[in-house]
Every structure is written in structure tokens, then in C-alpha cells.
């Protein structure tokens, strides 16, 4: 991993996954978490001010040092505790049924085995806990999909993420039943910002 990925890659993803539109996405995807909740891809901590007060403790997955120091100042104002936890949500230390709740926003982009760190997340959630999650993938047209496979490469060099993963059928693939799936845009160039939000179970 190179200078860029290690130290402006995570600087820059803070600042494009703040805006307004955001933040309204985070504060839907947060709501009805509860106990202890695992969050992959827990980046500069961009979730935490959104956690409802029924969130005993967080445990965050997040392999950047970098995006770590930078949600410092989210973790101190923050009524709910903050664990840190691994840095590679393939590969989880905790046990079985350990979580309640689980938390993915904008993360199975970046993992290079997204089925594998699901199969984790559905491992260690109590039977019954939901994984909550929200992430760019697949669009819904041909034209959008041709442009996301051309971009893509570049995409993955500047900002570590690939932009025509299949949510659904990752979800599927690990074994997770899905609750809830809708599909929309941001107000951006439609092959990038084609959204999943939603809502599946162990």
C-alpha cells in the first residue's frame, strides 16, 4: 500500500461521504440499531453521531490508522463506547453470536472479499440480529452499468473502491435474508452513486 492509499485516500473519502445528503442516509441506516453493535468499515467514525441511544457499544472493524485518528474527535463526543477491533472484516477474532446489531456503510466496495467478510458478519450476529447497511453497487441500466465498468479501475486507484458490486446477491451469497432492500441516487453522476439501503438478517 502506497502513501496515497495509507494517508490521502482516507482524508479524502471523509470529506466526500460528510455532505448533507449523507448524513440523512446515516442518521435512516442508524436507526433502529441496538446493544452491541460490530461496524465494518468504520472509517473516520462518519456514523457515530447518528448511533441511537439504544447502542450499549460499538466494536469497529477498520484496518486505515489513519481514518482511525481522524474519528478520534467523534469517539470523544459520543455517548457510546467505542471498541476497536480488528482491521479486517474477513477475517473476524470474535466469537460466535457476539453482536446484536451489525453496521456497513459504504464498505463492501472496498473489501476485496465482500462475500467472505458477510459470512462473517452473519457468524457473529445473535440469531435473529440484523445487519444494517448502505453501499454504492450494480446500476439498474445497461448504460449506467457500461460506464461503472469503464470507471471502475480508476475509481479503485483513487478513492479503493470498485462501483459494480451486486449488494443483493453479496447479501444472498453469505447467507444473510434480506428485510428490506430500496434502490436510488445521489444528486451525482448516476454510474457512481447508484445506492442499496436496507436492512438484512442472520
Do not use: K
Not at 3 to 24: E, F, H, I, K
Not at 81 to 90: E, I, K, M, N
Not at 137 to 158: A, E, I, K, M
Amino acid at each position: 500500500m502506497g502513501r496515497y492509499q495509507r494517508s490521502v485516500q482516507p482524508r479524502l473519502l471523509a470529506r466526500l461521504l460528510d455532505g448533507d445528503d449523507v448524513r440523512a442516509i446515516r442518521r435512516r441506516v442508524c436507526a433502529g440499531l441496538h446493544g452491541e453493535v460490530l461496524e465494518i468499515g468504520y472509517g473516520s467514525g462518519l456514523n457515530q453521531p447518528h448511533l441511537p441511544p439504544e447502542v450499549a457499544r460499538v466494536t469497529a472493524v477498520e484496518p486505515s490508522a489513519v481514518a482511525l485518528q481522524l474519528s478520534e474527535r467523534r469517539r470523544a463526543a459520543s455517548p457510546v463506547p467505542v471498541r476497536l477491533g480488528a482491521g479486517d472484516a474477513q477475517r473476524l477474532p470474535h466469537a460466535d453470536a457476539s453482536f446484536d446489531s451489525a453496521l456497513s456503510t459504504w464498505t463492501l466496495c472496498g473489501i476485496e472479499d465482500p462475500v467472505a467478510a458477510l459470512r462473517e458478519v452473519r457468524r457473529v450476529l445473535r440469531p435473529g440480529g440484523v445487519l444494517h447497511f448502505v453501499e454504492h453497487g450494480l446500476g439498474p441500466d445497461p448504460s449506467s452499468v457500461r460506464w461503472q465498468r469503464r470507471c471502475s479501475p480508476l475509481n479503485r486507484r483513487l478513492a479503493g473502491c470498485v462501483l459494480d458490486r451486486d449488494v443483493p446477491a453479496l447479501l444472498a451469497a453469505a447467507g444473510l435474508q434480506v428485510q428490506t432492500c430500496s434502490t436510488y441516487h445521489l444528486a451525482r453522476p448516476r454510474f457512481a452513486s447508484h445506492l442499496y439501503e436496507g436492512r438484512a438478517a442472520a
